[in-house]
């Protein structure tokens, strides 16, 4: 169905021009730049009624946008980052502060009631905690502060540690969490429905949760009630982590040897549950323990998102890997069957700058300001005006002049902070780079043969 019509006040928003995992406002840009976020696909909205002059009887519905909208809100807000679960969103503003919105359950909008909320809302209690990044669960959420702190709140009763406290104890508000992370501070975070992954300032990964197909890259399927550290990375510096419904994703900076030199690259690991090849591997088995892939030890990886059954790598030259699922186009390429990884090649002639995935579509930003999607097309969750499905990556004609500098997916819409001002490079903000780019026609077979073998060595002598 086609959206209502939104009112004048949409909000009006503002974000950094300099990557950043750590500080808010540190720069002119900051303060000059403003912009909106836009959102499409299946989205909440306000039903309320006036029953009287006195009265009004709150409700909340869904509507597709079939083409992104400005987002609704009572309040004017400078927003640098935004994250979305499967049925409500977060954004950080650029004084650190944290909004929720959508369908509320178990806790996880963190307001502490059991209210909808059709508009982004304050979540109060990390008012002055100084937020940095948020992430966004099926049925949980999490903030990491700029001093490295992370909270976490949401539904807990599914399983014991999905909100990384010990307990199956739902929190309506967030809540701290220390234990093994006391001490260290956090950089960034995922949610997948299931489990948390994170990683630390110093490139240490952490997982907890549900540990069904050994989705916590623990050598088990048991379930980890507070976060731990996945020991086969100890020593190696993670760069980047994603996380599926039921497995996960992470770039690994590996020392590359070639000629005389030695340089970092980022590699691509895997592990979890393998069925319909989103792991990379060849094959549908499970991985207990991360994996290198071997097939795109060629590439230098930086990025990485996941799907229900897919994951997609952006490497340092800004092409686009996909592995996984053929369901709906969401590889992006209609010759792969899928069974090993593939390039995205209708976008090659692009740099692409950022990737996200909802359940079966993507979005990816180039540094022209420029937005793609492709996979499934219901609700409208690829921007095109329609709810067609799309087989290979589509700009999104009504956002080419709104110079986009984030993106984010949901598992059935999409989001985007638009910048105001002119234009202007979309920033690499909180998400982890790799090293020194390697260009792939300067690599030779004893480079490749070099690397794969130093991942292999390290990761046996961590088995």
């Known amino acids: 169905m086609h959206s209502k019509g939104l009112s004048s006040d949409a909000i009006r928003v503002s974000t950094s021009s300099a990557p950043s995992t750590s500080s808010h406002g540190s720069t002119q840009d900051d ?9 499409w696909g299946e989205v909440i909205c306000d039903n309320s ?32 980052h935004v994250d979305c679960g499967v049925k409500h969103a977060a954004l950080v503003t650029k004084n650190g502060e944290v909004f929720t919105w959508g369908e509320e359950s ?31 669960g099926e049925f949980h959420t999490c903030a990491v502060t700029t001093a490295g702190e992370l909270y976490t709140w949401g539904d807990g009763t599914h399983n014991i540690g999905l909100l990384g406290n010990g307990t199956d104890v739902s929190h309506w508000i967030p809540k701290r ?15 997948g429905t299931w489990h948390t992954a994170l990683i630390t300032s110093r490139g240490q990964l952490f997982t907890y949760g549900d540990g069904t197909f050994g989705v916590l890259g623990h050598g088990n399927r048991e379930s980890v009630s507070c976060p731990r550290e996945v020991e086969s990375l100890s020593g190696l510096k993670t760069i980047a982590v994603a996380c599926g419904v039921w497995h996960t994703a992470a770039v690994v900076e590996v020392i590359v040897t070639q000629s005389s030199s030695s340089i970092s690259s980022g590699k691509l690991f895997t592990w979890g549950d393998g069925d319909k090849h989103r792991l990379g591997h060849g094959d549908k088995e499970a991985r207990l323990k991360p994996t290198c892939v071997a097939s795109l030890i060629d590439y230098d990886f930086h990025r990485i998102a996941c799907g229900h059954s897919l994951t997609v790598g952006l490497t340092t030259s800004g092409q686009v890997l996909s592995m996984g699922n053929t369901v709906y186009g969401q590889l992006g390429n209609p010759r792969s069957d899928g069974k090993l990884p593939c390039l995205v090649e209708d976008i090659m002639g692009e740099h692409v700058v950022q990737v996200a ?10 540094n022209k300001s420029e937005v793609f999607t492709w996979g499934k097309g219901a609700n409208g969750r690829l921007g095109h005006g329609d709810i067609e499905d799309r087989k290979v990556p589509t700009l999104v004609e009504a956002l080419r002049d709104r110079s986009v500098r984030h993106i984010a997916c949901g598992s059935n819409f999409t989001a985007a902070i638009c910048q105001h001002g002119g234009y202007q490079e979309p920033s690499s903000h909180n998400v982890p780079h790799a090293g020194n780019h390697l260009d ?22 961590r088995l």
């Open 31 to 39: 303060y000059d730049s403003s912009g909106d976020v836009y959102v």
């Open 106 to 136: 178990g806790g996880r909008l963190g307001h502490g009631s059991r209210e909808d909320s059709a508009h982004p809302r304050l979540v109060e209690c990390l008012a002055i905690c100084n937020v940095d990044i948020v992430a966004c």
């Open 49 to 80: 009624m006036r029953a009287s002059s006195d009265i009004v009887i709150r409700s909340t519905g869904k509507t597709d946008f079939l083409l992104p909208k400005p987002l609704e809100s009572k309040l004017v807000l400078d927003v640098y």
């Open 440 to 461: 792939s026609p300067e690599r030779d077979t004893i480079a490749i043969i070099v690397a794969l073998s130093i991942v292999m060595r390290v990761l046996h002598e």
């Open 357 to 366: 995935c909802g359940s079966y579509h993507v979005a990816v930003l180039t």
């Open 177 to 191: 969490i220390s234990g093994a992370l006391e001490g260290l501070q956090v950089a960034y975070v995922s949610c």
